[in-house]
């Protein structure tokens, strides 16, 4: 039996991203083009790579119980194929009978000797409803944090993580929500760069951003390539964290702006635009080689000489003191961005975040230092975690008394088409994916003392 192509160009995804560390969303489009599938099957394939890798952990619950042994006794390559066939078992409309038969058929495929095996767990895990395999695997366990943990398929330390966060806000019994949000396919959000492109007749105009939009249909990329690059792909989260920056204060003629931390770049070619407009300069910095290619293709559609260096963040902004504005779009956990990027939740590890917050704390700084008076710095991360955002600029305010504080909450308000429930402690604001319907950005805003 031959395993359909949409089937295998999701196994293959599976795979790269848990054996060499790839990243779906940068692989799933080449291996779909590859492939040559049809439109319905590239969906089919999208819906199956995303499923399972953001209710791996729950599948491996099932598939323990179903194999009455531990998932890390199972070969990883037939692990793989039987994480894709119990998603299509137990949350999608895929007959069990294919699911089941094409499950067996990828695991022939690498493993001759677990065919009969991969055959009695599937069949094990038809047998009973979705709702059944629920109540079985969460059966006995007491503790909320683990019982959630399990049921949306997160690591416990990141639930703990994200309730702290919506503890901070009074709003703690809002985590079912963003755990469900975190694994519900994210609308494709664009942007129509300001000044240069406008939002398409008949696209919905998004209800926070304005220069966001989603299409009713079509392939976003044919909108891409039709504009020339001025109408692309961007979360309204990130959006509103670039306009956070140019539209805080009005812009004065002959400012000069820095992207501290700039790659891939999306935030870089909306400030691109918005400097155009004021008649700012803007340069850009990307210590990543491969990143700092993304931003420089993701400024060429704007008519703006956009400089883009490769240097360390924590010397780069000093060197070229005196910039009016600075976004710093720290490197982080990416924790709230799990819905687009699923396998993070699985390669994240506690121990990452101190090590992340040193380096955002020091970029933070530089960033200060390299600010005129007046100057001001946003201060963004993809990640609600207390300890990147205002546990970052907490230390970041008790070394230093040059900075005052002003409220991005009150900004992004300002900014938005349509009011918009923002998060966040005191001045700093935190968007949420299950409130907002945004990537989890944090923003927070801070001018520099004469």
Known sequence: ?????????????????????????????????????SPADAALATELTYGTLRRRGYYDAVIARAARR????????????????????????????????????????????????????????????PGQWRSDVLAGVRDEIERLA????????????????????????????????????????????????EIPSGAAR??????????????PESTVTASGGLVRVQDEGSQLAALALSRAVPIREGERWLDLCAGPGGKTAVLAAEALAGGASLEANELVPARAGLVRRSVESVPLAVPVSEA?????????????????????????????????????QPGDVPELTAVQTDLFAAAADGLRPGGLLAYVTCSPHLAE????????????????TLSAKDVLTDASRSPIDVGGTGPHAQLWPHRNGTDAMFVSLFRKRA
């Not at 069990?96 to 990828?106: K, P, R």
């Not at 003191?321 to 687009?340: E, N």
């Open 70 to 129: 531990e998932v890390r006794r199972i070969d990883p390559q037939v692990l793989d194929a039987l994480r894709l066939s119990a998603h299509q078992l137990l949350s999608t409309r895929v007959a069990s009978h294919a699911a089941v038969n094409e499950g067996v058929e990828l695991v022939r495929s690498v493993s001759r000797n677990a065919v009969g095996f991969a055959n009695a767990v599937l069949r094990a895990i038809a047998r009973e409803d």
């Open 1 to 37: 039996m031959r395993v359909q192509p949409a089937r295998r160009v999701a196994y293959d995804v599976l795979r790269a991203v848990d054996a060499d560390d790839a990243y779906a969303n940068l692989l799933l489009p080449v291996a779909i083009g590859r492939a040559g599938l």
């Open 389 to 404: 955002t205002v546990g970052v600029v907490d230390e970041a305010l008790r070394v230093r008394d040059d900075l005052e």
């Open 150 to 197: 399990l049921e949306h398929s997160h690591p416990t330390w990141i639930v703990r993580a994200f309730r702290r966060a919506l503890r901070a806000e009074d709003r703690a019994d809002e985590l079912p929500a963003l755990l469900a949000a975190d694994n519900a396919a994210p609308a494709v959000t664009m942007v129509a760069l300001p000044g240069l492109a």
């Open 312 to 348: 360390d963040g924590r010397e780069r902004a000093r060197k070229g003191s005196g910039y009016d504005r600075i976004l710093l779009d720290a490197p982080c956990t990416g924790l709230g961005a799990l819905r687009r990027r699923p396998e993070a939740r699985w390669r994240k």
């Open 206 to 219: 998004t209800p926070y951003s304005p220069i966001g939009f989603r299409l009713g249909g079509g392939d």
